[in-house]
T-cell receptor, first 111, second 114 residues
Framework: DSGVTQTPKHLITATGQRVTLRCSPR?????VYWYQQSLDQGLQFLIQ???????AKGNILERFSAQQFPDLHSELNLSSLELGDSALYFC??????????FGPGTRLTVL | AQTVTQSQPEMSVQEAETVTLSCTYD???????LFWYKQPPSRQMILVIR??????QNATENRFSVNFQKAAKSFSLKISDSQLGDAAMYFC???????????FGPGTRLSVLP
Protein backbone atom coordinates (compact mmCIF):
# COMPACT_ATOMS: atom_id res chain seq x y z
CA ASP A 1 0.00 0.00 0.00
CA SER A 2 1.61 3.24 -1.20
CA GLY A 3 -0.55 5.49 0.99
CA VAL A 4 -2.07 7.21 -2.03
CA THR A 5 -5.82 6.67 -2.37
CA GLN A 6 -7.97 7.08 -5.43
CA THR A 7 -11.73 6.97 -5.79
CA PRO A 8 -13.65 5.50 -7.39
CA LYS A 9 -11.90 2.25 -8.33
CA HIS A 10 -14.09 1.73 -11.35
CA LEU A 11 -16.27 4.09 -13.32
CA ILE A 12 -18.54 3.27 -16.23
CA THR A 13 -20.19 6.08 -18.12
CA ALA A 14 -21.44 7.08 -21.54
CA THR A 15 -19.97 9.23 -24.27
CA GLY A 16 -20.54 12.93 -23.80
CA GLN A 17 -20.70 12.67 -20.02
CA ARG A 18 -18.49 14.31 -17.39
CA VAL A 19 -16.73 12.53 -14.51
CA THR A 20 -14.51 13.50 -11.59
CA LEU A 21 -11.69 11.35 -10.29
CA ARG A 22 -10.36 11.98 -6.82
CA CYS A 23 -6.93 11.48 -5.33
CA SER A 24 -5.63 11.82 -1.78
CA PRO A 25 -1.83 11.97 -1.59
CA ARG A 26 0.36 10.42 1.09
CA UNK A 27 0.46 12.40 4.30
CA UNK A 28 2.99 15.20 3.92
CA UNK A 29 3.34 14.96 0.14
CA UNK A 30 2.86 18.30 -1.58
CA UNK A 31 3.07 17.16 -5.19
CA VAL A 32 0.33 15.33 -7.04
CA TYR A 33 0.67 13.94 -10.55
CA TRP A 34 -1.96 12.54 -12.90
CA TYR A 35 -1.27 9.91 -15.56
CA GLN A 36 -3.34 8.13 -18.18
CA GLN A 37 -2.61 4.53 -19.16
CA SER A 38 -4.59 3.10 -22.05
CA LEU A 39 -4.79 -0.67 -22.53
CA ASP A 40 -1.32 -2.19 -22.93
CA GLN A 41 0.20 1.25 -23.25
CA GLY A 42 2.74 3.19 -21.29
CA LEU A 43 1.93 6.02 -18.97
CA GLN A 44 1.12 9.44 -20.34
CA PHE A 45 1.83 12.30 -17.97
CA LEU A 46 -1.14 14.65 -17.79
CA ILE A 47 -0.48 17.28 -15.16
CA GLN A 48 1.34 18.03 -11.90
CA UNK A 49 0.30 20.17 -8.95
CA UNK A 50 2.52 21.34 -6.16
CA UNK A 51 0.94 22.74 -3.00
CA UNK A 52 -2.16 23.88 -4.83
CA UNK A 53 -0.51 25.34 -7.89
CA UNK A 54 -0.07 23.85 -11.33
CA UNK A 55 3.61 22.96 -11.75
CA ALA A 56 3.83 21.11 -15.06
CA LYS A 57 1.54 20.15 -17.90
CA GLY A 58 1.85 17.16 -20.20
CA ASN A 59 -0.40 15.77 -22.88
CA ILE A 60 -3.62 16.83 -21.24
CA LEU A 61 -6.60 17.44 -23.48
CA GLU A 62 -8.56 20.69 -23.23
CA ARG A 63 -11.58 18.60 -22.19
CA PHE A 64 -9.65 17.56 -19.09
CA SER A 65 -8.87 19.75 -16.12
CA ALA A 66 -7.51 19.27 -12.64
CA GLN A 67 -7.05 21.10 -9.39
CA GLN A 68 -5.45 20.60 -6.02
CA PHE A 69 -7.31 21.78 -2.96
CA PRO A 70 -5.97 23.36 0.26
CA ASP A 71 -6.07 19.97 2.01
CA LEU A 72 -3.83 18.75 -0.87
CA HIS A 73 -6.28 16.28 -2.34
CA SER A 74 -6.69 16.57 -6.09
CA GLU A 75 -9.45 16.04 -8.60
CA LEU A 76 -9.23 15.30 -12.30
CA ASN A 77 -12.26 16.34 -14.30
CA LEU A 78 -12.94 14.69 -17.64
CA SER A 79 -15.71 16.13 -19.81
CA SER A 80 -17.35 15.42 -23.16
CA LEU A 81 -16.06 11.89 -22.80
CA GLU A 82 -15.17 9.86 -25.86
CA LEU A 83 -14.63 6.13 -26.31
CA GLY A 84 -10.89 6.75 -26.54
CA ASP A 85 -10.83 8.18 -23.04
CA SER A 86 -11.34 4.71 -21.61
CA ALA A 87 -8.18 4.04 -19.64
CA LEU A 88 -6.63 3.57 -16.24
CA TYR A 89 -6.01 6.93 -14.58
CA PHE A 90 -3.28 7.03 -11.99
CA CYS A 91 -2.54 9.60 -9.37
CA UNK A 92 0.91 9.76 -7.80
CA UNK A 93 2.33 11.87 -5.02
CA UNK A 94 5.78 12.78 -3.82
CA UNK A 95 7.44 14.70 -1.05
CA UNK A 96 10.84 15.34 -2.58
CA UNK A 97 9.41 15.93 -6.04
CA UNK A 98 11.36 13.05 -7.53
CA UNK A 99 10.22 9.75 -6.05
CA UNK A 100 6.61 9.21 -6.97
CA UNK A 101 4.27 6.85 -5.19
CA PHE A 102 1.27 5.69 -7.14
CA GLY A 103 -2.30 5.11 -6.13
CA PRO A 104 -4.19 2.00 -7.27
CA GLY A 105 -5.76 3.84 -10.20
CA THR A 106 -9.28 4.49 -11.42
CA ARG A 107 -10.44 2.37 -14.32
CA LEU A 108 -12.67 4.46 -16.57
CA THR A 109 -14.85 2.78 -19.17
CA VAL A 110 -16.71 4.96 -21.64
CA LEU A 111 -19.51 3.19 -23.50
CA ALA B 1 12.47 17.30 -24.70
CA GLN B 2 13.27 14.35 -22.49
CA THR B 3 12.84 10.87 -23.92
CA VAL B 4 13.10 7.34 -22.57
CA THR B 5 13.52 4.29 -24.77
CA GLN B 6 13.12 0.64 -23.84
CA SER B 7 14.09 -1.43 -26.85
CA GLN B 8 12.90 -4.79 -25.50
CA PRO B 9 9.08 -5.00 -25.60
CA GLU B 10 9.16 -8.50 -24.08
CA MET B 11 11.68 -10.65 -22.28
CA SER B 12 11.64 -13.94 -20.48
CA VAL B 13 13.87 -15.51 -17.86
CA GLN B 14 14.06 -18.85 -16.15
CA GLU B 15 13.28 -18.89 -12.45
CA ALA B 16 16.44 -18.35 -10.34
CA GLU B 17 18.34 -16.95 -13.34
CA THR B 18 19.47 -13.37 -13.96
CA VAL B 19 17.97 -10.98 -16.49
CA THR B 20 18.88 -7.46 -17.59
CA LEU B 21 16.36 -4.96 -18.92
CA SER B 22 17.67 -2.11 -21.06
CA CYS B 23 16.82 1.57 -20.94
CA THR B 24 18.32 4.55 -22.71
CA TYR B 25 17.33 8.14 -22.24
CA ASP B 26 17.99 11.61 -23.46
CA UNK B 27 17.94 14.83 -21.50
CA UNK B 28 19.63 18.19 -21.65
CA UNK B 29 19.56 18.59 -17.89
CA UNK B 30 22.64 18.00 -15.78
CA UNK B 31 20.66 17.13 -12.67
CA UNK B 32 18.08 14.37 -13.00
CA UNK B 33 16.83 11.13 -11.54
CA LEU B 34 16.17 7.73 -13.03
CA PHE B 35 13.71 5.12 -11.84
CA TRP B 36 12.51 1.63 -12.53
CA TYR B 37 8.88 0.91 -11.79
CA LYS B 38 7.20 -2.49 -11.80
CA GLN B 39 3.58 -3.01 -12.81
CA PRO B 40 2.30 -6.52 -12.02
CA PRO B 41 -1.03 -7.84 -13.35
CA SER B 42 -2.79 -5.97 -10.54
CA ARG B 43 -1.78 -2.79 -12.46
CA GLN B 44 -0.37 -1.21 -9.30
CA MET B 45 2.76 0.85 -10.03
CA ILE B 46 5.56 -0.07 -7.65
CA LEU B 47 8.86 1.76 -7.36
CA VAL B 48 11.70 -0.75 -7.69
CA ILE B 49 14.82 1.39 -7.60
CA ARG B 50 16.00 4.97 -8.12
CA UNK B 51 19.32 6.51 -9.18
CA UNK B 52 20.49 10.08 -8.76
CA UNK B 53 22.45 11.20 -11.81
CA UNK B 54 25.09 12.91 -9.70
CA UNK B 55 25.94 9.65 -7.94
CA UNK B 56 28.48 7.44 -9.67
CA GLN B 57 27.70 4.42 -7.53
CA ASN B 58 25.06 2.13 -8.98
CA ALA B 59 21.93 1.74 -6.86
CA THR B 60 21.06 -1.65 -5.40
CA GLU B 61 17.91 -2.93 -3.71
CA ASN B 62 18.15 -6.57 -2.68
CA ARG B 63 17.98 -8.62 -5.90
CA PHE B 64 17.61 -5.52 -8.07
CA SER B 65 20.56 -3.46 -9.24
CA VAL B 66 21.21 -0.96 -11.97
CA ASN B 67 24.05 -0.29 -14.36
CA PHE B 68 24.09 3.48 -14.81
CA GLN B 69 26.28 4.73 -17.62
CA LYS B 70 25.86 8.50 -17.62
CA ALA B 71 27.97 9.28 -20.67
CA ALA B 72 26.13 6.67 -22.71
CA LYS B 73 22.78 7.71 -21.19
CA SER B 74 22.05 4.13 -20.35
CA PHE B 75 20.24 2.80 -17.27
CA SER B 76 19.73 -0.97 -17.25
CA LEU B 77 18.05 -3.03 -14.53
CA LYS B 78 19.46 -6.37 -13.44
CA ILE B 79 17.24 -8.81 -11.61
CA SER B 80 19.13 -11.62 -9.91
CA ASP B 81 17.67 -14.93 -8.73
CA SER B 82 14.44 -14.22 -10.62
CA GLN B 83 11.22 -15.24 -8.91
CA LEU B 84 7.75 -15.91 -10.29
CA GLY B 85 6.55 -12.75 -8.57
CA ASP B 86 8.92 -10.69 -10.67
CA ALA B 87 6.73 -11.24 -13.73
CA ALA B 88 5.40 -7.80 -14.65
CA MET B 89 5.74 -4.80 -16.91
CA TYR B 90 8.83 -2.80 -16.08
CA PHE B 91 8.95 0.90 -16.86
CA CYS B 92 12.05 3.03 -16.92
CA UNK B 93 11.40 6.67 -15.99
CA UNK B 94 13.33 9.93 -16.05
CA UNK B 95 12.57 12.91 -13.85
CA UNK B 96 13.92 16.45 -13.72
CA UNK B 97 15.42 18.00 -10.66
CA UNK B 98 12.13 19.38 -9.41
CA UNK B 99 9.89 16.54 -10.55
CA UNK B 100 8.96 18.26 -13.75
CA UNK B 101 9.16 16.59 -17.14
CA UNK B 102 8.65 13.15 -15.69
CA UNK B 103 8.79 10.74 -18.63
CA PHE B 104 8.15 7.00 -18.75
CA GLY B 105 9.48 4.56 -21.30
CA PRO B 106 7.09 2.23 -23.19
CA GLY B 107 7.81 -0.69 -20.88
CA THR B 108 9.24 -4.20 -21.06
CA ARG B 109 7.01 -7.16 -20.29
CA LEU B 110 8.99 -9.72 -18.27
CA SER B 111 7.87 -13.33 -18.05
CA VAL B 112 9.41 -15.69 -15.50
CA LEU B 113 9.38 -19.33 -16.50
CA PRO B 114 9.21 -22.03 -13.81
Amino acid sequence: DSGVTQTPKHLITATGQRVTLRCSPRSGDLSVYWYQQSLDQGLQFLIQYYNGEERAKGNILERFSAQQFPDLHSELNLSSLELGDSALYFCASSVDVNEQFFGPGTRLTVL
Amino acid sequence: AQTVTQSQPEMSVQEAETVTLSCTYDTSESDYYLFWYKQPPSRQMILVIRQEAYKQQNATENRFSVNFQKAAKSFSLKISDSQLGDAAMYFCALGGNYGQNFVFGPGTRLSVLP
